[in-house]
Structures are given as C-alpha cells and as structure tokens.
C-alpha cells in the first residue's frame, strides 16, 4: 500500500501507568489504549504498594508490572532515582499518575515536565488534596467534577489538560459524590492522554498549548464535558 499522509501514523507514546491502590483509573486507560487507533500504549505498571489492587489486576491482565516500594529506600530521592532509572529504560514517554499518593521532588517533576499527568476528583483549583468529595459538600457546591492536569512542583495545581463536571444532589453522601465523579474520571482520563499523546495538548512555558489542527484548530469538547441533567 502507498503510504499517504492519512494512513502514516505516528508511533504510539510509550505511557507508564503509576498507581498506589485500587487502579480503576488504570484500567480505564489500559482498555482505552486496546483501541489500534489509540495514540499511546500501556507499557509498564509501577505500584510503591504491593498490595495495590490495581497491581494484582494489571499482572492478571499480563501487563509488564513493577512495584518499587517507597518504604524499603531511604528517602524520596533515592526511590525516584530508581524510578527514573525503569523509566529511562523501558523508554517511557509519559507518566500517567493514576491515584498515586506520594508526593515528587521539584527535581524529579522538573525532568518530566509536560511529560506527567495527574487525575484529581474535584475541579481544581477547587478542594486540592485530600478528601475532596467532603470538600465539595462541605462547600455546597452545586456542580463537582475531575480534573487532569499536568504534574507541577506545587500539589495539585499543574496546568489544567481537561476537565470533566458532574452534578452534586441534596442527597448526595461523599461517596455517592465520589463514585458520580469516579464514572467521569474513567471517561476523561483516556481523552486527555489520547490528546497529550497525539501533542493536540501540551505544555508551553507554564500554560496550556492547544495545536491547531486544520483551520477549526482541535475539538475542544475532547477536553471538557458537563453534566447531562
Ligand atoms: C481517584 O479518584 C483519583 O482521582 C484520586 O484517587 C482515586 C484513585 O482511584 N486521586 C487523587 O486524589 C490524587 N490527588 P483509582 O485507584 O481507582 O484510580
């Protein structure tokens, strides 16, 4: 077959997947990235928790897992000198943070600048940390949501990639809040890195670049959704 323009793809991004416990987001975007037209492949598991779920999951489903417990190194920069190290050699692309709750050095974020991704379930800059849901009700928010954003030094607060909304109900407990924005995280995870991986986004100095594409420039609507109610 002639190779045109159309049928050239770029190679898919090589995506490590770090994951601390349950790894539902992990596994929204291993089956995202099955598609043949998806942009980015799944190419390593990192757990710093053994007994993470979302490890056992992803060895049942013969992905190439890792665990690199933070506990057995002696501090923060010699357990990310070790995960730069699996990292530089599996040829890793982009770091997708999928519910893993240990926080980076400025030193190692700086390396993988514009290059990591994070999912946070509030709409940042709304309820950073932990316990957002509670957050979110404690505030009386009407309208909640998740957001992906890329890793910055500062907890929580990296140029936003996409962000997904889903309503709050009178009555809402912090885990029916949760499992609403969970559903969404599953949807938006997988559009924001198809769109990280494809360059449609990345980072420029400390915003967000939107590529043009063609004279309508890119759908914007792959990087937000809104409640349907
Ligand atoms: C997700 O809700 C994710 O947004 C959140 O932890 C959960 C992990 O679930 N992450 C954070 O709070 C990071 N600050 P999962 O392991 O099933 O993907």
Known sequence: MTQTPETIRAPKKRVAILISGRGSNMQALVTAARAPDYPAEIALVISNRPEAPGLAWAKEHGLPTLTLDHQLYENREHFEGQLQSVLEMSK???VALAGFMRLMTPGFVERWRGRMLNIHPSLLPLFKGLRTHEQALAAGVRISGCTVHFVSPEMDAGPIIAQAA??????DTPETLAARVLEAE?????QALSLVAQDQISLNADSIAFQRVGSEGINHADALFSPSL
Not at 166 to 171: E, I, N, R, S, W
Not at 186 to 190: D, K, N, V
């Open 186 to 190: 599953h949807r938006l995870y997988p």
């Open 92 to 94: 890793i692309d982009l």
């Open 166 to 171: 889903v309503p709050v109900l009178p009555a």
